[in-house]
C-alpha cells in the first residue's frame, strides 16, 4: 500500500561517499500502528519517558534504569549493518556515522554509558542479540510484529522495539527512469533488486504475488550488491528505505545517476532492539529517547542529516502492526 502523502527529505551532501557514482542503499519499510505502545506492561515506561508528565519527569530516570550490568560496563554495545547513508555508514576516517551513531550518542549522554557502534550482517542482528554479541540494535530496523515474535528464522527469539524514527520503502532507478516505472505495479515483468531479510525484500514478495507477468527479484546479503545490479542494468529498480533513496538520487553521480519515482511505501517506524528479556533496558532507552526529543536534541540531530520528514513526536514500544 503507498503512503497517501509522500515525504520530501533535503539530504546532505557528502560527496566523498560516492564509489563509482554508487552509494550504499538501506533496508526497511513496512506498516505502522499509530496507536502506539502495546501492551499495558509499558504505561510506567511510557510515563516515565515523559509521556504523562512535563520535560523534567524523564531526567535522571533514564539512566536510573538501566540494569546494574550496563552501568558497570560503561556501555552499550550496539549491532549495525553500517551501509545505510545517512542513517549508518563509515566516513572517509573510516568512523561510523550518520543519524544512529548520532542519536546513540546523544542517548549516551543522557544515559551516561557509550554506545559502541559493532557492525554486522543485517539479517543476523537480531539472532546476534539474542545470543549476547549485542546489547541492542540500532540498523534502520523496521519494527513489525513478525520480528517482534520471532516469526522468522533470522529473528529467532524475537525482540522488543524502542520507536524512534518513522521511514517507508521506495522505488530506486536509473536516471531519466527508462522503463516508466510510477509504481508497485509497472514492478511486474521487470528486474528488481532488494536487501535479504528486510522489509523492502517483502515489499517485493508481496508485489511479485500480485502480478501476471513473474518479477525477477535479485536479492543481495548487502545492499552495495543490490545498487552495483542497479548500476550495471541487470536490475530495472531497487527497492530501500525512502530516505536512503534519496540520499543517493542526491548523491550519486552528482545527482545524476539515480532518482526515486513514486510516492513512499508503507512508512513505518523504525525501533532500536532489546532482547524481550530485558525490559529495564528497554525502558530506559524508552525514557532517554523521550528526554532527547523533549530538550530538542532529537530535533537538531535529524535537522542536521536534513532528515526533519522522518521525525516522531514520542518514544513508543511496538508500535509495528504489519507482519511483513
Known amino acids: 500500500m503507498i503512503s497517501s502523502s509522500p515525504r520530501r527529505l533535503r539530504l546532505a551532501a557528502v560527496g566523498a561517499f560516492v564509489a563509482s557514482g554508487a552509494l550504499l542503499l538501506g533496508a526497511c519499510g513496512d506498516q505502522t500502528d499509530d496507536a502506539g505502545n502495546e501492551g499495558?506492561?509499558?504505561?510506567?515506561?511510557?510515563?516515565?519517558?515523559?509521556?504523562?508528565?512535563?520535560?523534567?519527569?524523564?531526567?535522571?530516570?533514564?539512566?536510573?534504569?538501566?540494569?546494574?550490568?550496563?552501568?558497570?560496563?560503561?556501555?552499550?554495545?550496539?549491532?549495525?549493518?553500517?551501509?545505510?547513508?545517512?542513517?549508518?555508514?563509515?566516513?572517509?576516517?573510516?568512523?561510523?556515522?550518520?543519524?544512529?551513531?548520532?542519536?546513540?550518542?546523544?542517548?549516551?549522554e543522557v544515559l551516561g554509558v557509550e554506545f559502541v557502534f559493532e557492525n554486522g550482517t543485517f539479517d543476523g542482528l537480531i539472532l546476534g542479540m539474542n545470543s549476547g554479541r549485542y546489547d541492542i540494535i540500532m540498523s534502520a530496523m523496521t519494527d513489525t510484529k513478525?520480528?517482534?515474535?520471532?516469526?522468522?528464522?533470522?529473528?529467532?527469539?524475537?525482540?522488543?522495539?524502542?520507536?524512534?524514527?518513522?521511514?517507508?520503502?521506495?522505488?530506486?532507478?536509473?536516471a531519466g527512469n527508462p522503463e516508466g516505472i510510477q509504481g508497485l505495479d509497472d514492478l511486474c515483468g521487470l528486474a528488481v533488486a532488494a536487501q535479504q531479510g528486510t522489509a523492502n525484500e517483502a515489499v517485493v514478495q508481496?508485489?511479485?504475488?500480485?502480478?501476471?507477468?513473474?518479477?525477477?527479484?535479485?536479492?543481495?546479503?548487502?545492499?552495495?550488491?543490490?545498487?552495483?545490479?542497479?548500476?550495471?542494468?541487470?536490475?530495472?529498480?531497487?527497492?530501500?528505505?525512502?530516505?536512503?533513496?534519496?540520499y543517493n538520487a542526491a548523491e550519486a553521480g552528482g545527482g545524476e545517476e539515480y532518482e526515486v519515482v513514486g510516492e513512499q511505501i508503507d512508512a513505518a517506524p523504525y525501533g532500536i532492539a532489546v532482547p524481550k528479556d530485558q525490559p529495564e533496558l528497554r525502558d530506559a532507552l524508552q525514557a532517554a529517547v523521550q528526554e532527547i526529543i523533549d530538550d530538542g536534541t532529537y530535533a537538531e540531530i535529524l535537522a542536521e542529516w536534513?532528515?526533519?520528514?522522518?521525525?516522531?513526536?514520542?518514544?513508543?514500544i511496538n508500535a509495528g502492526s504489519s507482519d511483513g
Open 40 to 108: 499495558g506492561d509499558n504505561e510506567s515506561a511510557q510515563e516515565s519517558a515523559g509521556g504523562g508528565g512535563g520535560e523534567g519527569d524523564a531526567a535522571g530516570d533514564a539512566a536510573g534504569l538501566l540494569p546494574q550490568e550496563i552501568r558497570d560496563a560503561g556501555e552499550i554495545r550496539v549491532g549495525s549493518d553500517i551501509a545505510y547513508p545517512p542513517i549508518e555508514f563509515y566516513d572517509e576516517n573510516e568512523e561510523v556515522s550518520g543519524i544512529d551513531p548520532a542519536i546513540g550518542a546523544a542517548l549516551g
Open 306 to 316: 536534513d532528515a526533519e520528514a522522518g521525525a516522531v513526536a514520542e518514544a513508543t
Open 206 to 246: 508481496e508485489q511479485a504475488a500480485a502480478c501476471d507477468e513473474p518479477i525477477e527479484d535479485i536479492i543481495s546479503s548487502v545492499d552495495s550488491e543490490s545498487i552495483t545490479a542497479l548500476q550495471s542494468g541487470r536490475a530495472d529498480a531497487v527497492i530501500t528505505d525512502y530516505p536512503v533513496a534519496l
Open 146 to 174: 513478525e520480528r517482534q515474535e520471532g516469526g522468522t528464522d533470522d529473528a529467532q527469539g524475537g525482540t522488543d522495539f524502542v520507536n524512534y524514527f518513522q521511514a517507508g520503502s521506495a522505488i530506486l532507478v536509473p
